[in-house]
């Protein structure tokens, strides 16, 4: 039965001239699919071949084409794979729908992903802050958040080589292998 | 009452600046005693901040059985002397941290395991964690590594058992003494109007350790800032209310 299932999905799928359908083995598939397109192709999975669960929506921020990538990964039990639903939208100004009418669990990952890459999404219950709470900075997870930067900006080193070392190693003790003598 | 206060249990403060031994011989021996039991029997409250803390139930249960020490979990921070820090503190955790550290009553003990504690460790260059730990509270004792093992968690906690029966265990101290540092990276980190429900200043004049360290210009910011403490609105119902009435599912069903 699910093996039928996913072929007549594979043949459906392979029909429609909007999207890009790629199977990797019998239990992952990838599909590239226009922003507009991806509610209707979501829909048409939970409600036909049963991919009722949604694992997760990730977010890549591909700074040099000024987009973002969506992933939305549903599973289904009864044809026991997984559909990895790829979507792009232009960074600016970064706004896209909500797929909470679909699958209720999307409010957490939405709001997350705002909340980490700015992406705001149209329709979803609360985007308000989530992990980050005591964070006023830039949503951190964009390229053009230079972490590193930052860091150095807030926060102080402790010394590597502090004098308290200095003074042992004066006395002939110390760090006995250091690690450029191991590598 | 005067001749209660002859008795020299509160005299050990005075031991503070180093000279640990007191001229008179039966007060050293009966500080060693006091000290000895201290180490004998410690309260560990482990804040299990990252993913060091896994190293703490072999520690601590049959395998390598932390209690032969007289070293035993404890589940508030009022009854506890040891505050165990266990990984990468992140800028809200610190927060929680500093305010169950100022609830343990003195003596208290800090450790920081694992690398993270000492310099942020793996996590040097993410924006969310705190690197320094000593900054912002005292540290007693570091155990390195990424993660120590159970036999380094339980070594570290003999080193500080040999400080405090040696009478050299005393960083608490230094919180109330240079309270204006301390607060001051605090500052840095969580904002200006940075506060917490302990009052420091009147602990360290409790504990006769106000030095000039205690007070400067960040204490004087915290009492321009400081609002009086107020008792928490509990208002779970209504804003579960409030969230279902805004979700459009139900508004579809209408
Ligand atoms: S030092 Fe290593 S084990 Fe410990 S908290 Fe950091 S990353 Fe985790």
Same mark, same amino acid.
């Given at each position: 039965?699910?093996?039928?299932?996913?072929?007549?999905?594979?043949?459906?799928?392979?029909?429609?001239?909007?999207?890009?359908?790629?199977?990797?083995?019998?239990?992952?598939?990838?599909?590239?699919?226009?922003?507009?397109?991806?509610?209707?192709?979501?829909?048409?999975?939970?409600?036909?071949?049963?991919?009722?669960?949604?694992?997760?929506?990730?977010?890549?921020?591909?700074?040099?084409?000024?987009?973002?990538?969506?992933?939305?990964?549903?599973?289904?039990?009864?044809?026991?794979?997984?559909?990895?639903?790829?979507?792009?939208?232009?960074?600016?100004?970064?706004?896209?729908?909500?797929?909470?009418?679909?699958?209720?669990?999307?409010?957490?990952?939405?709001?997350?992903?705002?909340?980490?890459?700015?992406?705001?999404?149209?329709?979803?219950?609360?985007?308000?802050?989530?992990?980050?709470?005591?964070?006023?900075?830039?949503?951190?997870?964009?390229?053009?958040?230079?972490?590193?930067?930052?860091?150095?900006?807030?926060?102080?080193?402790?010394?590597?080589?502090?004098?308290?070392?200095?003074?042992?190693?004066?006395?002939?003790?110390?760090?006995?292998?250091?690690?450029?003598?191991?590598? | 009452?005067?001749?209660?206060?002859?008795?020299?249990?509160?005299?050990?403060?005075?031991?503070?600046?180093?000279?640990?031994?007191?001229?008179?011989?039966?007060?050293?021996?009966?500080?060693?005693?006091?000290?000895?039991?201290?180490?004998?029997?410690?309260?560990?409250?482990?804040? #299990? $901040?990252?993913? @060091?803390?896994?190293?703490?139930?072999?520690?601590? =249960?049959?395998?390598?059985?932390? &209690?032969? !020490?007289?070293?035993?979990?404890?589940?508030?921070?009022?009854?506890?002397?040891?505050?165990?820090?266990?990984?990468?503190?992140?800028?809200?955790?610190?927060?929680?941290?500093?305010?169950?550290?100022?609830?343990?009553?003195?003596?208290?003990?800090?450790?920081?395991?694992?690398? #993270? $504690?000492?310099? @942020?460790?793996?996590?040097?260059?993410?924006?969310? =964690?705190?690197?320094?730990?000593? &900054?912002? !509270?005292?540290?007693?004792?570091?155990?390195?590594?990424?993660?120590?093992?159970?036999?380094?968690?339980?070594?570290?906690?003999?080193?500080?058992?040999?400080?405090?029966?040696?009478?050299?265990?005393?960083?608490?101290?230094?919180?109330?003494?240079?309270?204006?540092?301390?607060?001051?990276?605090?500052?840095?980190?969580?904002?200006?109007?940075?506060?917490?429900?302990?009052?420091?200043?009147? &602990?360290?004049?409790?504990?006769?350790?106000?030095?000039?360290?205690?007070?400067?210009?960040?204490?004087?910011?915290?009492?321009?800032?400081?609002?009086?403490?107020?008792?928490?609105?509990?208002?779970?119902?209504?804003?579960?209310?409030?969230?279902?009435?805004?979700?459009?599912?139900?508004?579809?069903?209408?």
């Amino acid at each position: 039965m699910s093996k039928e299932l996913n072929l007549w999905l594979d043949d459906l799928l392979k029909d429609i001239k909007i999207i890009q359908f790629k199977r990797k083995n019998s239990r992952r598939v990838r599909i590239d699919i226009a922003p507009e397109a991806l509610p209707a192709l979501l829909e048409l999975l939970q409600g036909r071949a049963s991919y009722v669960h949604l694992s997760a929506i990730s977010c890549v921020d591909w700074i040099e084409d000024d987009e973002f990538e969506l992933v939305y990964h549903v599973w289904s039990y009864e044809t026991n794979s997984l559909v990895s639903a790829h979507t792009r939208i232009s960074r600016e100004p970064g706004v896209y729908l909500s797929v909470y009418d679909l699958y209720t669990p999307a409010a957490f990952f939405e709001r997350d992903i705002h909340e980490m890459f700015g992406l705001y999404f149209e329709g979803s219950p609360d985007m308000e802050k989530f992990i980050l709470t005591e964070w006023n900075g830039p949503p951190p997870m964009r390229k053009d958040f230079d972490s590193e930067a930052f860091v150095n900006q807030t926060f102080n080193w402790e010394e590597y080589h502090p004098q308290w070392l200095k003074d042992i190693e004066a006395e002939g003790g110390g760090i006995t292998t250091r690690p450029e003598d191991v590598r | 009452m005067n001749e209660l206060d002859k008795i020299p249990v509160r005299q050990e403060i005075s031991v503070a600046e180093g000279n640990v031994k007191r001229s008179n011989p039966l007060a050293n021996v009966f500080d060693e005693l006091v000290r000895f039991c201290q180490s004998r029997s410690m309260f560990m409250l482990h804040y #299990c $901040t990252g993913c @060091g803390a896994i190293e703490l139930p072999p520690a601590m =249960t049959s395998r390598f059985d932390m &209690e032969r !020490l007289g070293i035993q979990p404890m589940v508030t921070p009022r009854q506890a002397d040891i505050l165990l820090i266990t990984g990468y503190v992140s800028v809200k955790t610190l927060k929680r941290i500093i305010l169950t550290y100022e609830q343990m009553p003195s003596p208290k003990y800090v450790i920081g395991i694992c690398s #993270c $504690t000492v310099n @942020g460790g793996m996590y040097w260059q993410s924006y969310a =964690t705190a690197k320094v730990l000593k &900054e912002y !509270l005292p540290v007693d004792i570091y155990i390195a590594g990424c993660m120590p093992r159970p036999e380094a968690v339980i070594s570290g906690l003999r080193d500080l058992m040999g400080d405090i029966k040696s009478g050299r265990a005393d960083n608490w101290k230094r919180y109330f003494q240079n309270y204006d540092h301390y607060l001051g990276n605090q500052q840095q980190l969580f904002g200006e109007d940075w506060q917490t429900p302990t009052d420091i200043i009147a &602990e360290a004049e409790h504990y006769g350790l106000m030095t000039d360290q205690t007070l400067g210009e960040h204490t004087a910011l915290l009492q321009k800032h400081q609002q009086p403490l107020e008792a928490l609105e509990f208002s779970l119902g209504e804003k579960r209310e409030k969230i279902q009435g805004e979700n459009p599912r139900e508004k579809n069903n209408e």
